[in-house]
């Protein structure tokens, strides 16, 4: 089991940046696949990106281009570099990890507490 706790989450407007970070405690996190998810009010969690113990990366369509997944197993962490943010990216943003690769499903078992991004045009 791993534990997880997000952050860099926040407030910003059309077209602005934010990185997230999602410090992993409690096992090395590079034997675990990561991905970050999101879910806006009334809506589904999505997967949002996800990266396998390789480094090798998968994004939704809905942020190819704008957000980057990456992880430094050194430091037990996984980040995702949100660029050109739209008011549509407005979610709750979690991280999850398993030994399994879901891809992008949620079938993960180890989740974050969520960090809130609100994107305003």
């Known amino acids: 089991q791993v534990q997880l706790v997000e952050s860099g989450g926040g407030s910003v407007q059309d077209g602005g940046s934010l990185r997230l970070s999602c410090a992993a405690s409690?096992?090395?996190?590079?034997?675990?696949?990561m991905a970050w998810f999101r879910q806006a009010p009334g809506k589904e969690r999505e997967g949002v990106a996800t990266?396998?113990?390789?480094?090798?990366?998968i994004y939704a369509d809905s942020v190819k281009g704008r957000f980057t997944i990456s992880r430094d197993n050194a430091k037990n962490t996984l980040y995702l570099q949100m660029n050109t943010l739209k008011p549509e990216d407005t979610a709750m943003y979690y991280c999850a990890a398993d030994r399994i690769f879901f891809v992008l499903r949620t079938g993960y078992r180890n989740w974050g507490q969520g960090t809130q991004v609100t994107v305003s045009s």
């Open positions: 409690g096992d090395d996190v590079g034997h675990y696949y």
């Open positions: 990266i396998t113990t390789g480094g090798a990366t």
